[in-house]
Nanobody, 129 residues
Framework: VQLQASGGGLVQPGGSLRLSCTTSGFTLDSYHIGWFRQAPGKEREGVSCISSVSMSDESTYYVDSVKGRFTISRDNAKNTVYLQMNSLKPEDTAVYYC????????????????????WGKGTQVTVSS
């Protein structure tokens, strides 16, 4: 199982970025996929996840601080999960990681708090004027 996040960069407050999580070595829609972030001096935080089709209903979840601004989606043909981030704020600045897990039946939401089994390298997102 391999995952690689990309698409980070420097953006002004109010701007947008789309992160991509490119995956290989497993069937994408059989796994829960999540996005996590870690800011300097802070603990890792679960941001969003999309549930497995085979173990749940492909439902999506978001931490309160990003609801209405971030959207997670999956393209099985491209083995890629996206995180569209709009209306970015300075407090969104962090290293963003994507992760995968196939062990939990039901929705992915608990894994935003407990973490996932497989992790990719992160991509830096900086929101600053």
């Amino acid at each position: 199982v391999q995952l690689q996040a990309s698409g980070g960069g420097l953006v002004q407050p109010g701007g947008s970025l789309r992160l991509s999580c490119t995956t290989s070595g497993f069937t994408l829609d059989s796994y829960h996929i999540g996005w996590f972030r870690q800011a300097p001096g802070k603990e890792r935080e679960g941001v969003s996840c999309i549930s497995s089709v085979s173990m749940s209903d492909e439902s999506t979840y978001y931490v309160d601080s990003v609801k209405g601004r971030f959207t997670i989606s999956r393209d099985n043909a491209k083995n890629t999960v996206y995180l569209q981030m709009n209306s970015l704020k300075p407090e969104d600045t962090a290293v963003y990681y994507c992760a995968a897990d196939e062990r939990v039946r039901g929705p992915c939401s608990p894994l935003l708090y407990y973490g996932m089994r497989y992790w990719g390298k992160g991509t830096q997102v900086t929101v600053s004027s």
